[in-house]
C-alpha cells in the first residue's frame, strides 16, 4: 500500500472478505455436486421408477451438472413413448429449469473458472448483443453451451426471474421435441 493511500474501513474489508466466501462456498457446492452426479448415475437413475416425480428429479440432477455433460434426453424421450408426451415434457421442463440454477449460481459465485475459455466471451458477446433469445435458442438446442450461459447470466447478473423464464421456454421447446419424438418413434416401431 502507498504510504499516501487511505486505507478501506475495517467493515468494508470484513464485508468483501465475507462475499467472497461465499461465492468460494457456493462455487465449490456446484462443482461437489457435478462431480457427486456424475459419480453416482447408477443411483439416480432409479428414480425413473417413480413417474413423473422422477422424471423431474432425473432431469433436474442430469442439468445440475455444470460443465460435465450428463445424458438428460434419454428418459424424456422413452416415456414421451408411455405417457402423455405433452405432460413428460413439461415436467422435464421444469426439473431441467431447476437444474440449470446451479450454472447461474457457478456464474453469480465467481466466473473465474471459466473465463479463461474462449467459448465464454462467445456466448457472454452473444448474449450482450441479443439479451434473453440467446439463453431461449441454448435452453432449447441439445448443446453444453447452455452451462456456459447459465455462468454468463449469473456473472452478469441477469435478473433470476428473467432467466428462469427464459431458461424454461427453451428447455420446454427442447423436451416437447423430444417427448413427441419418443412417441412416434414408438408409433412407428409397432406398425
Known amino acids: 500500500m502507498n504510504p499516501g493511500t487511505p486505507s478501506p474501513p475495517a467493515a468494508q ?89 446451479s450454472g447461474y449460481l457457478a456464474g453469480f459465485s465467481g466466473q473465474a473458472f471459466v473465463e479463461d475459455y474462449r467459448a465464454y466471451h462467445r456466448v457472454r458477446a452473444l448474449m450482450q448483443r441479443y439479451g434473453d433469445g440467446v439463453l431461449f ?20 447478473r441477469i435478473p433470476l426471474r428473467r432467466f428462469v423464464l427464459w431458461t424454461f421456454a427453451g428447455k420446454l421447446v427442447k423436451m416437447l421435441a423430444v417427448t413427441y419424438a419418443g412417441d412416434w418413434f414408438l408409433a412407428w416401431l409397432r406398425m
Do not use: C, K
Not at 435458442?137 to 452478469?156: E, K, M, R, S, Y
Open 13 to 101: 474489508v470484513a464485508g468483501e472478505r465475507r462475499r467472497r466466501t461465499w461465492r468460494i462456498l457456493a462455487l465449490a457446492l456446484v462443482l461437489a455436486l457435478s462431480v457427486a452426479i456424475i459419480l453416482f448415475q447408477d443411483w439416480w437413475v432409479r428414480f425413473r421408477t417413480y413417474g413423473y416425480l422422477g422424471l423431474f428429479l432425473i432431469t433436474m440432477l442430469s442439468n445440475a451438472t455444470v460443465i460435465f455433460p450428463a445424458p438428460g434426453l434419454v428418459l424424456p424421450f422413452s416415456m414421451g413413448a408411455v405417457l402423455h408426451p405433452f405432460w413428460v415434457a413439461l415436467v422435464a421442463a421444469l426439473g431441467a429449469t431447476v437444474g440449470e440454477l
Open 137 to 156: 435458442v441454448l435452453a432449447a438446442l441439445p448443446t453444453p453451451l447452455f452451462d456456459l450461459a447459465g455462468i454468463v447470466a449469473g456473472a452478469t
